[in-house]
Nanobody, 122 residues
């Protein structure tokens, strides 16, 4: 059974930092691309960041603007998203996802965690 469990979300003030974690288990291979998505109420799901299995290719959404750092430790079966200088617009439920194909994740497929909520006050 594949499981992805996110943690680290919290209620913080503008400018604060958070580190989200995603512990994964049950994946057949370690060469899965892993992607963070987020979704706020009454808004569409947004791509946040992606990282490949070797951690030598990373992509970020334009709104990140250098504030976030995505990383993964395959030995510990954990992916991290360090977020700095948080803004109210960053408030959302953040989801950890994994798949062998990026297009599968973009289409809503693949493996998804339950999400962790980030709330940033003004």
């Amino acid at each position: 059974q594949v499981q992805l469990v996110e943690s680290g979300g919290a209620l913080v003030q503008t400018g604060a930092s958070l580190r989200l974690s995603c512990v994964f288990s049950g994946l057949t291979f370690i060469d899965y691309v892993m992607v963070w998505f987020r979704q706020a109420p009454v808004k569409e799901r947004e791509f946040v960041a992606a990282i490949n299995w070797r951690s030598d290719m990373m992509n970020y959404a334009n709104f990140v603007k250098g504030r976030f750092r995505n990383s993964r430790d395959n030995a510990k079966a954990t992916m991290y998203l360090e977020m700095n200088r948080l803004e109210p617009e960053d408030s959302a439920v953040y989801y950890c996802t994994a798949s062998l194909r990026m297009d599968v994740l973009i289409g809503g497929g693949g493996f998804w965690g339950q999400g962790t909520e980030v709330s940033v006050s003004s």
